[in-house]
């Protein structure tokens, strides 16, 4: 009843936000907008992705971390992990399209590669759901849930769509889930504090940021062995996928760092140094020449130039900003979430 309340109050919040804003939000729905989620401060940013200056500032459920755009790209989702939903956006503008309820913490959240099955991971409750997705209705409906080990975060697919890879940052494992069964299929350890994964094109290693540690592990997920380590940066945490047909980003939270790994090699080829303290999650322009980063201990956006590798510009948004999106983008590589 609790939770109703509270999401009926963040609507009627948001709906006088937009009539106090007005000329702000027009000028915010006719922009090509960055999507930033300030989870700190349950609300999401606007930045006109051009002019890099601050458009609008929407409230969201509480604590607003990841956000995944649906298949038909006509939303994206917002997962509000301790008010239990989802928000629908307009992925240019940010206008909120509607809200699904009683999702029960969705902290990171993910489509299949076809799109059958949609998964969130429970950081607080220890568990991962899974809903069969229906994407004539953008329609979810729960198969299972499923108990894990302590503070299941992140996820990534297997490209045949049959399993679903989570980490388990308190439990120092990688679990493996069948999706057609919804059943665990192993857990392995893998070093302290597990967070982002990236699935390497072919399916053959994932690599899984340490961010107790200052490394990359690199997982051959089909004989459950860590052969190889990294070197990156303290706090090595998420991905972003550089397009480019060899290299990865993974940002480095503690160091205050992105490496660039070489995922033919798995080799670290070069840092980006002199950034805001806690880099997190990464976003590319559609012309690979500028990496959008939520830095989460400075409540800022940076933009770094990738040509010359240099931060060249800094927002200031709300606390504790986490996930961040824009329409015009580069692509992400499947089976990878956002």
Request: glycine fraction near 6%.
């Amino acid at each position: 009843m609790f939770a109703s309340i509270a999401t009926r109050l963040t609507k009627s919040i948001v709906a006088v936000a937009a009539l106090s804003c007005g000329l702000g939000f027009a000028a915010s729905v006719r922009a090509q907008n960055v999507i930033v989620l300030d989870s700190g401060q349950a609300t999401l940013t606007l930045i006109d992705q051009a002019t890099h200056k601050v458009v609008a500032v929407w409230p969201t459920g509480k604590e607003p971390h990841h956000l995944m755009l649906t298949p038909d790209k006509k939303s994206l989702i917002v997962a509000n992990s301790v008010s239990n939903d989802l928000m629908f956006l307009d992925p240019r503008t940010g206008k909120v399209q509607r809200w699904v309820q009683d999702i029960e913490d969705p902290y990171q959240l993910g489509f299949s590669p076809d799109h059958k099955w949609f998964v969130t991971n429970g950081l607080r409750l220890n568990r991962i759901d899974i809903y069969h997705y229906d994407e004539k209705t953008q329609g979810m409906t729960l198969a299972k849930r499923i108990p894990l080990g302590k503070t299941p975060s992140h996820m990534t697919f297997s490209t045949d769509n049959r399993t679903v890879f989570v980490t388990l940052q308190d439990s120092d494992q990688l679990a493996a889930i069948d999706l057609p069964t919804q059943k665990v299929l192993w857990t392995m350890p893998v070093g302290k504090t597990p967070a982002g994964l990236w699935m390497v094109p072919g399916d053959q290693y994932l690599l899984v940021g340490m961010t107790g540690e200052d490394d990359v592990a690199v997982v051959d997920w089909r004989k459950r062995q860590v052969v190889k380590r990294i070197h990156t940066g303290r706090g090595a945490h998420n991905f972003r996928w550089l397009d480019d047909g060899q290299h990865v980003a993974v940002s480095n939270r503690v160091d205050s760092t992105i490496s660039i790994i070489d995922y033919h090699t798995l080799t670290n080829v070069g840092d980006i140094t002199g950034l805001m303290p806690g880099p997190d999650d990464m976003e590319l322009t559609a012309d690979h020449r500028y990496l959008w980063v939520t830095f989460r201990f400075a409540r800022h956006v940076g933009i770094i130039d990738m040509r010359t590798r240099k931060l060249i510009a800094t927002i200031p948004v709300g606390r504790s900003p986490h996930g961040i999106f824009f329409a015009d983008r580069a692509p992400v590589a499947t089976p990878n979430p956002d």
